[in-house]
């Protein structure tokens, strides 16, 4: 599997501090209960895998993932809300699952709520498969919780690296 490739004009970059005054207020505006600067600052010193891609100065979508043994979870995906509908969220799966056979992950894992129909189609057509419920799992408005799909995909194996490299 070859790099995802943005449109022309547009370019990957990993997220840093520096792109969390570009990065909450699109997390505002998409989630009921956002990461907070906090959320996002701790994700970047542990060195999760943070692509953000950018339409020159212009943030139109990031991702949040973690690494595991033979795995790799999914814990965020945000397009900017005027960016929705352009196949973004598909590249930035393209991006997640080219950074998870890169790692030797044998699967990808993530957990959407039960409400997002929008996203379930979207991670679905990317080879997604629904296995589990975890029951009140996300927040609501007050002491409300909402269920959590949980979805996986199984990637084939990545092929060794030639000799001498890394």
Not at 89 to 113: D, N, P, S, Y
Request: with cysteine.
């Amino acid at each position: 599997m070859a790099a995802p490739t943005p449109a022309v004009g547009c370019h990957w970059r990993a997220m840093a501090l520096d792109d969390l005054d570009a990065v909450l207020p699109i997390e505002q505006a998409s989630h009921s209960h956002p990461w907070s600067r906090g959320n996002f600052a701790d994700s970047i010193a542990t060195g999760f895998y943070m692509p953000c891609l950018w339409q020159e100065q212009r943030l139109l979508g990031y991702l949040v993932a973690m690494p595991g043994v033979d795995e790799a979870h999914l814990l965020n995906l945000t397009v900017a809300p005027a960016c929705r509908g352009l196949g973004l969220g598909r590249l930035l799966l393209q991006a997640l699952e080219f950074w998870a056979l890169r790692q030797r992950a044998t699967q990808l894992w993530l957990e959407v709520r039960q409400g997002n129909a929008r996203a379930q189609a979207v991670y679905a057509a990317a080879g997604y498969q629904s296995i589990a419920v975890r029951k009140h799992y996300y927040p609501l408005d007050g002491q409300q919780r909402e269920h959590a799909i949980v979805m996986c995909k199984s990637l084939a194996t990545a092929p060794a690296p030639a000799a001498g490299c890394g």
